[in-house]
Every structure is written in C-alpha cells, then in structure tokens.
C-alpha cells in the first residue's frame, strides 16, 4: 500500500480555533485506533465515530500538512504523529501556577498535561503557610519569588486558580513580569494587553449549563 506524504504547513497559516478544539478529540481516536492494530482510517470512518462531517475532517487535516489517499485512506502512524506536533504535544512546554489551593494541586496532580507536553513546574501563593511545601513534587514559593523564577526558567505560560477577587491583581503581574499566555481557571473576565493570549476556563459557567439543561429536561 502506498503512504501517505507529509507537507509541512504554511507557518503563518491562521488556523480557526474550532478546528484547533477538534485536533485533540482526533489524536485520541487515532491513538485508539493504533492501539487496536488499525495501520489506516478514512476521513468517513472519522467523522462518524466523532459525530462530524467527512469534509470537515478532510479540512482540519490539511492543517497538518497529512494527505489521504484515495480508498485508503490516512495512515494512522503518520496522522498520530502529524496532530502531536501539530499540538505541540511532542515539545516541552512548561509553566506556572498561582492559587495553590484546591483546584491547583488538582491541576498540578494532573498526569494528562505532561501527556500533552506542558508541564507546571512551580505553584505561587500567598498563604505563607504553603511557601516551602511541595505538591507531587512541584515547590510551592511566594508569589514574590515569580517574577525572578519566570526570567530565569523563560516561562511564558501562566495558569491563575485563584479566587476570583485576586485574579486580575495576579494577570496584571503576570504580564508584566513577562508571561505571554494566561489560562485563566478564575470566574472572573481578565482584562490584558491584546497581545497576551487568554483562555478561559470557567468551571461555574459550564456547571450552570449542565444544570440549567437537566431542569428543562425535567420540565419538558
């Protein structure tokens, strides 16, 4: 059988965050599928198992740089590793944490993130009762010590689990002391220069939406 030829993709092609969303849900399939001893899959047989549209599919794969072929279909070797860089999941990427609470030490605890190739190597806090403890192996240091740590690690990705109330107060120092990503776990909207990427993970706002569902369930 033939195989499949891997072009490197235009590295200023924007590529729509829908389809970023979707890479993720892809590499698990194909990862699934390899496992089972699947050396190909067809755009259809993707969709289908991923509940979308074959063409979409087509699409979001030509932002890998990975061609089909015809009634074979992709290769599920080359696809794997074709979503993993595009992912960036085979590269490191490390960051820190500030909130070293409870949804914190959850997310540092998280196996999945090293998987995905980030990796959170210290946590902040302001609850001096934290400063020299360590989570899973990871220190816990006052948020003073960020600014010195960030510079001299080069971190550029910051997570924020604080209580909402801190939150814009920790943004605000985040980019200053030179943090250009924030993921933002806090129920709070963060004002930032536009060239700081933030992505929100509002875990009450997606709740509400479970709740409000199952009530027009019951309703219905």
């Not at 776990?185 to 479970?210: E, G, M, R, S, W």
Request: avoid cysteine.
């Amino acid at each position: 059988m033939e195989s499949l030829t891997i072009t490197t993709p235009k590295k200023q092609q924007a590529v729509p965050e829908p389809t970023v969303r979707r890479m993720p849900q892809y590499l698990h399939l194909v990862r699934a599928l390899r496992e089972k001893g699947d050396m190909y899959v067809s755009a259809p047989v993707i969709a289908r198992m991923l509940g979308l549209d074959p063409t979409q599919v087509v699409k979001d794969m030509a932002y890998t740089g990975v061609s089909g072929k015809t009634r074979i279909g992709f290769s599920t070797e080359e696809l794997q590793l074709a979503l993993e860089d595009f992912l960036g999941y085979n590269r490191k990427h490390e960051a820190f944490l500030v909130g070293a609470g409870y949804l914190g030490s959850a997310l540092i605890q998280y196996q999945g993130f090293r998987e995905a190739g980030m990796k959170i190597v210290a946590a902040f806090d302001t609850d001096k009762r934290k400063f020299g403890t360590e989570i899973q192996g990871v220190p816990v240091f006052s948020l003073e010590k960020f600014r010195d740590l960030a510079s001299r690690l080069h971190i550029s990705i910051g997570i924020i689990t604080t209580p909402a109330g801190a939150a814009q107060s920790v943004a605000d120092l985040m980019v200053v002391w030179g943090i250009k990503a924030i993921w933002n776990f806090a129920p709070v909207a963060l004002k930032v220069p536009d060239q700081i990427i933030v992505q929100d993970t509002h875990i009450y706002a997606n709740l509400a939406v479970i709740i409000n569902k199952l009530g027009q369930q019951k309703n219905s």
